[in-house]
């Protein structure tokens, strides 16, 4: 018996620290990926990533510098760990590449608490799903941390080896960048040659933007964003070259501080995205997810296609400004494209350089005050363009370009938003070209995410849905805010008009797919048929082929997407029917293929029907691809209408050489074709039994 008592204290030891082992261990459903969330010697917490046994990323600090009167965190201890083991619970979205999403992880939440006075709380919690993780540090109300002011979150990623890396520079104004693809090692944002003719830009150390999708030697893929970005600044990540970490650098102003927030206060989610398949990071919903529910009804909104008068202020045809003597926004133009809309089932257009101020907008960058949201150019009559859309069941919809100066929006918003609802206007495009007014603040900054959620809560009480330019990043908000339809925050198609690096090359679209799109919706703008831009354009083109952009209303997601081009470059064209016929809210998407800057196959099937589009898009690489077709029913037949690269299509040399091939296929089938360099293809099944 005596021995026995001996034992017991060792007993209880080993039973101790398998306890605080397990206690701070999560694991994915799949048992995959492994988290582990302790404190190191000196009391400060970090975690460890494991997956399936090898660490992916490696001992990496969690923590805070702060300001104004407060001290910075001294040592910690556990308080109390608990698990949610959750099983799936699977929700819907209102529009979206897919209408159910599985919402399956488990959850570990660490309380912290300082060991000397001032005793703070801190809570970090930790969701494991299959395909990746997300984190995020919880400040409970307490009264001896009532206000923080942020001067740093220093949340580290530490990896395990020089990755390839698909970056664009941690820009404090502006994510409209081509993508770097280097090692880790070679990463320079400070270095990267920002487009002279981009009018906002500010790169102040060797950081790069989110999401920042990397590739291992063995294979893995790893996507760093975040999710739920409110009320607190974008994250850009600092390269440690040498020692392969990461380091959150919050975006800042020009006092110095990242963030003030009061308790409580919950930080965005950090999220890794951890896959063995490229396109599973672009199936992923871990970013959704890590949202919040809805707040209210969005059936008001529909997803649809819709032309613009925009691409002929791109291309220098038409101005915004009306007393050029070429204005855009003229109620005869407007009318002209309300009826091509109306004859080929396209739901809205909208109308840029309507309102007072753009006469302006070059000249008086630095002034607020610019734009009246209210006023139409003399010789656009919005409420007869309004009342005639509607008379042909076209909406329009509305474009406030803000120039950066947001407080001069905010003043507006109110009577603007009224107009609206007048007209019975439901969407609304922003924009903020320039640098941020007032100077010191810049787009992607505290300050300004606030702003674009004012913007965003404001037009969700009049039942107006936003598709934003020059944007905060997208973190998953549309869950939350459903009217957060789409937004730009990317090199779009525009480049391709007028960039003076000759637009946006070949590669680019393939690896926005696993970078930008990972996301959420983009407003590219997909749709280009005079690729030439003939006779517009003597030096700039779109660097795909026609059967490429086909490819994109199925590649990029939208809820709202783009006719771009002229109403003569689609007029009788034969493959106008395929944007005629595509769907933009889907059931399901599938992910067939892709690599990364490389080539993607997507598979969507439309929401209430039975018909399924597929686009597939190349780098600069001509390709042979096979497809699949076991997404389709079995036991049914469709028609499959296939709009591909012709045989000599290029990019450059012959980029409107494509062909239409019509066959009968079933789920066995198989489709084998060719991309051409910087080609695509784009197919519709329609269902037929
Ligand atoms: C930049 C936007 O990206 C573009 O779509 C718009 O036409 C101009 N700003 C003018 O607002
Ligand atoms: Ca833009």
């Given at each position: 018996m005596k021995k026995y008592w001996i034992l017991c204290p060792f007993i209880l030891f080993l039973l101790n620290s398998c306890l605080s082992i397990s206690n701070n261990t999560l694991t994915s459903p799949n048992r995959c990926i492994r988290v582990n969330v302790d404190l190191n010697t000196e009391g400060q917490p970090f975690y460890l990533v494991k997956y399936k046994g090898k660490t992916?990323?490696?001992?990496s600090m969690l923590g805070f510098d702060l300001g104004g009167d407060a001290s910075n965190f001294s040592a910690f201890k556990v308080v109390k760990t608990s698990h949610s083991m959750r099983r799936n619970e699977p929700w819907e979205l209102p529009w979206g590449e897919q209408r159910v999403v599985e919402d399956n992880f488990n959850g570990l939440t660490v309380l912290l608490k300082e060991?000397?006075?001032?005793?703070r709380k801190l809570f970090l919690e930790f969701k494991v799903f299959n395909d990746g993780l997300g984190f995020r540090y919880i400040f409970p109300d307490q009264s001896n941390l009532e206000e923080m002011v942020i001067l740093d979150e220093n949340t580290e990623f530490n990896l395990t080896g020089d990755h390839r890396v698909w970056w664009i520079p941690g820009d404090w104004d502006i994510y409209e960048h081509l993508y770097k693809n280097t090692r880790f090692s070679e990463i320079n944002a400070l270095d990267y040659a920002v487009l002279s003719g981009l009018a906002q830009t500010y790169i102040p150390e060797n950081a790069v933007n989110t999401p920042l999708t990397m590739k291992t030697d063995d294979g893995l893929y790893l996507s760093f964003h975040e999710a739920n970005l409110t009320n607190y600044a974008g994250m850009t990540l600092k390269i440690d070259n040498k020692n392969y970490k990461m380091i959150n650098e919050l975006v800042g102003n020009d006092k110095g501080i990242k963030a003030i927030v009061k308790t409580p206060f919950a930080t965005p989610w950090r999220t890794i995205q951890i896959v063995e398949q490229a396109g599973d990071l672009i199936e992923s919903n871990l970013i959704l997810n890590l949202n919040p529910s809805?707040?209210?009804?969005?059936?008001w909104f529909k997803p649809t296609k819709y032309m613009g008068i925009w691409w002929d202020m791109h291309i220098g045809t038409?101005?915004?400004?009306?007393?050029?003597?070429?204005?855009?926004?003229?109620t005869e133009y407007a009318k002209k494209y309300i009826d091509f809309c109306a004859e080929n089932g396209i739901g809205a257009l909208l109308v840029e350089g309507w309102n007072t101020g753009w006469e302006r907008w070059f000249g008086d960058f630095d002034r607020e005050g610019v734009f009246d949201f209210v006023t139409p150019y003399p010789d656009y009559d919005l409420e007869e363009v309004v009342a005639y859309g509607k008379s042909k069941g076209v909406e329009i919809i509305m474009h406030h370009e803000t120039s950066a100066a947001p407080r001069t929006y905010e003043q507006q918003l109110d009577t603007a938003y009224a107009l609206m609802n007048k007209l019975g206007i439901s969407a609304v495009k922003t924009g903020y070209v320039?640098?941020?007014?007032?100077?010191?603040?810049?787009?992607?900054g505290q300050w300004m995410v606030n702003h674009y959620r004012k913007v965003l809560q404001t037009a969700a009480r009049a039942h107006i849905a936003v598709n934003a330019?020059?944007?905060?990043?997208?973190?998953?908000i549309r869950r939350t805010y459903p009217n957060a339809i789409s937004r730009e925050g990317l090199r779009g198609q525009e480049f391709n008009a007028w960039s003076p690096d000759g637009g946006n090359p070949p590669n680019h679209l393939p690896i926005v797919a696993f970078t930008r799109m990972l996301a959420g919706p983009i407003d590219y703008t997909p749709g280009i048929f005079n690729i030439k831009l003939t006779p517009y354009k003597d030096y700039n083109q779109v660097n795909t082929t026609l059967a490429q952009q086909l490819a994109l209303y199925v590649v990029i997601y939208s809820p709202i997407q783009m006719l771009p081009d002229l109403i003569e470059n689609y007029e009788g064209h034969p493959a106008f029917q395929f944007i005629r016929d595509v769907a933009v809210d889907w059931e399901e998407t599938r992910v067939l293929d892709g690599e990364i800057g490389k080539f993607v196959t997507i598979a969507r099937k439309e929401r209430g029907t039975d018909n399924w589009f597929l686009g597939s898009i190349s780098n600069e690489d001509e390709r042979r691809i096979s497809i699949e077709c076991n997404f389709l029913d079995r036991g049914k037949k469709y028609t499959a209408v296939i709009y591909s690269d012709g045989k000599n299509a290029h990019w450059d040399d012959n980029p409107t050489d494509y062909q239409i091939d019509t066959v009968t296929v079933y789920h066995r089938s198989n489709i084998s074709l060719n991309l051409a360099p910087g080609g695509g293809c784009a197919i519709s099944f329609r269902r037929s039994n």
């Open positions: 992916v990323i490696d001992t060991e000397a006075a001032p005793y809805a707040k209210f009804d969005i059936s038409r101005t915004w400004d009306y007393k050029s003597g070429r204005h855009g926004a003229t320039g640098k941020i007014i007032p100077k010191g603040e810049y787009h992607h330019h020059e944007p905060i990043k997208d973190t998953g």
